[in-house]
Every structure is written in C-alpha cells, then in structure tokens.
C-alpha cells in the first residue's frame, strides 16, 4: 500500500491531515493554509461561543476545527461525512487539533432514514473529493452508507446549520423541516442549480425566513501563505437563510423564486450580486 498520499499541513486554523490528490481542499491547504476562508467571515458574525452546529458534507473538517473553536466547550458540533475516506481525515483531524465538542458521523442527511450508495473514491487517484455525489455518476465503485434526516435526531438546540451536500440540498430540508420550525436555526446552503435556490426560498419563506446570496471566490489574494496565484479561478455559490425576526442582513442580495441575480446556464453562472466583503448580519433579537 502507498505511503505518501497524505501529509500534515499547518494552516490557519490548525494542523490538518490532507489527501495530496484532493483537487480543491486538500490543494487549498497545501497553497494557501486554508479552505473558503470568505465563509467564515461570514460564519464569524453568526456563530456564537456555545451554540450547537450540525455540519453536514464536513469534509475533512477545514471549518469543522474552526467551529469547534467558536462554539467551545459550551457548544457542540455534529459533523456528518459520508465518504469513508473523507471521514477518515476528518477524524484524524478533529483528533489533531483536540476537537473535544464534535461528534462526527460517517452519515448522509436524507430525506429519510435508511442506507444509500455513495460514491467510493480511490484515495490514490487525483478528484476533487469534497464533491462527491449521489446526483452524479462518478465511479462505478459504491459503498452503502446509513441515510438519516435532522428530524430523527430530536436535537433540544439548534443554533447553525451549513450544508455542503453536493446537491442534495433539497433532500436536506424535507427532512429537516419540524427541526428548522422548532429550532430556528441559521442555515447556509450551497446552492448550484436554480432548482435547489428556488425549492429552497420556497421552503423557508412560509417559515418566516429570507434567503440571501453569498458569492465567494475560492482564492482569497490575503491568504495565510500569501501566495499571490489563484489556481482555481472559480467561485462557490450559496445562500444564508435567516429568521426575518431575529436577524438583518445589509451588504448582501435578497434571493427569489425565479429571480435573475444569478443566472444559472448550462455551461456558466452569472452573477450581480454585492461582493462578500460587504456582508453584514446583524442579530436583533
């Protein structure tokens, strides 16, 4: 068995275990010591010492560590992460950087309970592995994996949800929807097709939520190595979803069903939106 597919790497938020052959964060961490740093400015006006997180797509824990850190020994996180391998880093992770307040599950968030077939990546080859996913056809190589939704987890607190699920966003929510009504999280959701933005902003609008875009670049010019090439040039796209009753948000664009703020074609996305910087969540309540 080879040796040299993972390495430790110091980066900004601690010491992370990586996979050489990760194209995106696995790569984010060897060039510029983090992963997607813009969303944790925005996760930095949200999240509170104490609060309780799930996770759900945790990686291999790159803002896990980070909101480990913020909650404290107070908070708790649940981080589930489907891939094995994945799952594999991120533990040894949570491990390396003394992540005592996290419960990790190799687990995918469903719309119901029960056992999937999820994509089984070769460690050895070059993928992004952070993108793995049952609406796509990967590898023909499978693994079952146990399916659960948020729901059955009868959390007595939920403070903060972010989803990266790689298109199951919406399978997410269906399961997820007496806890978001009881709970009334902040949820962050990727969202890469009109379809998710538009089922989405139809889900939380009836609950008294609005929907904003973030847009965020994956090269950050001040990263913590100061490595001035972006080798990516590419962005993410998500939506923050917060209770109107208890949050303002300014600096950031209000999302709709079927609005034209961002423009999902077939081989490009466009966007008008405010650039992240500008961002401002404010609690008042």
């Known amino acids: 068995m080879p040796t040299d597919i993972y390495t430790l790497v110091a980066a900004r938020h601690g010491r992370f275990f990586i996979n050489r052959n990760d194209t995106y964060i696995g790569r984010s961490l060897q060039h510029y010591g983090e992963w997607s740093e813009p969303e944790i400015a925005l996760f930095e006006q949200i999240v509170r010492p104490g609060d ?7 990686n291999i824990g790159s803002h896990t560590v980070w909101l480990s850190k913020r909650v404290g020994e107070q908070g708790m996180v649940q981080a589930y992460e489907p891939a094995r391998h994945t799952f594999q880093l991120l533990c040894a992770n949570l491990v390396a950087n003394g992540c005592l307040n996290v419960a990790a599950l190799q ?44 729901d059955a987890q009868s959390l007595e607190r939920l403070d903060f949800i972010k989803a990266d699920v790689e298109g199951f966003e919406l399978e997410l929510l269906a399961g997820a929807h007496r806890t978001i009504e009881r709970q009334r999280p902040v949820v962050y959701i ?30 950050s010019p001040d990263n913590w190595l100061g490595n001035a090439d972006d080798i990516f040039n590419d962005y993410s796209f998500d939506m923050l979803c917060v209770p109107a009753d208890r949050f303002g948000v300014t600096g950031m664009s209000r999302a709709g069903v079927n609005d034209n703020v961002i423009s999902y074609a077939p081989t490009l996305i466009k966007w008008a939106t405010p650039t992240w910087e500008q961002a401002r969540v404010l609690r008042t309540a």
């Open 52 to 58: 309780h997180v799930v996770e759900a797509g945790a």
């Open 107 to 150: 687990q995918a968030i469903s719309a119901e309970a029960g056992i999937l077939d999820f994509p089984l990546l070769d460690p050895r080859q070059s993928w992004n592995f952070g993108g793995a996913s049952m609406k796509k056809e990967w590898t023909q190589q499978k693994e079952r994996v146990v399916a659960t939704t948020l």
């Open 190 to 219: 990727e969202i890469n097709t009109a379809e998710i933005r538009d089922q989405a902003v139809a889900f939380f609008e009836p609950l008294g939520y609005t929907c904003w875009y973030y847009v965020t670049p994956m090269f």
